[in-house]
């Protein structure tokens, strides 16, 4: 199973953080953009584009980009019922343009959140992914990049388990690391979910792999790219700056382009 075929149950697991993350996209534009309203915004790994509507209702440009089928078409349809454009496009995350975009004007802010970005299991996927980011935003433009980092030693989240109700349907959810290899910087994870509504109970199990980056390895990635500079480092909540160090392992990178 894939659980981005099933765009409804990720989009209700992941619903009680959109006000969270919609209010420090708008902190993070008026600061680092100066912009209230108007800005030209891209998600690269949009899936339903739960934040990328209520973007578009405050008023800005949005564009997003995925590789499940399911996922752009519920995003659209979501769009569309909204009295909104249709703005996400099926593709590559490692490779397109703003003509792939169906743009003509580049962007001023991109963001990538839930780490979408370890999805991108090799150097030179993740390399490509940088560089494309990087063409599409205009000269200063802001990249949100949220990552899970592999602290040094033993201390390491190896599970999560949250539960969501959304009127007659609850999920319960547990992301789980099965193993771990340093030496080729891969984890396998399983992704399962129990729905229940007051007729149906199902499961929905998805194991795939996932490429770690300590902040070291991740700082090395961005020398190699040189198109990009740390700013600050955030866990959303952009009056409290995150310090960083070997044993972090939740931060949203904000980075400019250089």
């Known amino acids: 199973m894939n659980i981005y075929d099933y765009p409804v149950l990720y989009d209700v697991l992941f619903s009680d953080s959109w006000k969270r993350e919609i209010e420090f996209l708008k902190a993070i534009l008026l600061r680092y953009c100066h912009l209230s309203e108007s800005g030209r915004i891209f998600e690269p790994a949009c899936g339903t584009g739960r934040l990328l509507w209520r973007l578009a209702q405050l008023g800005h440009d949005i564009v997003g980009l995925d ?26 995350m490692t490779c397109f343009s703003l003509s792939d975009l169906g743009q003509k004007q580049p962007f ?33 433009g802001i990249y949100l990049l949220g990552l899970h980092l592999l602290p040094r030693g033993n201390a390491i989240c190896s599970r999560e388990e949250w539960f969501v109700r959304h009127g007659s349907l609850g ?7 099965l193993s771990l290899n340093r030496r080729q910087r891969i984890e396998t994870v399983e992704f399962r979910i129990e729905a229940t509504t007051p007729t ?24 190699k790219v040189n198109r990009f500079v740390i700013l600050e480092t955030f866990d959303f909540n952009l009056r409290s700056p995150v310090l960083v160090d070997a044993q972090t392992e939740d931060v949203v990178f904000v980075l400019k382009k250089i």
């Not at 590789?67 to 349809?77: D, R, V």
């Open 67 to 92: 590789l499940n089928p399911n996922a752009i078409l519920f995003c659209n349809k979501r769009l569309r019922r909204h009295g909104l454009a249709e703005s996400a496009i099926y593709g590559d």
């Open 108 to 140: 001023d802010l991109a963001f990538n959140f839930v780490s979408s970005f370890l999805h991108l299991t090799s150097e030179s996927a993740a390399l490509s992914h940088l560089c494309a980011i990087a063409d599409v935003l205009k000269p200063n």
């Open 171 to 177: 999920l319960q959810s547990r992301l789980l690391r």
């Open 200 to 223: 149906r109970c199902y499961e929905v199990i998805d194991t795939f792999p996932l490429r770690t980056y300590t902040l070291r390895q991740f700082q090395f990635l961005l020398s």
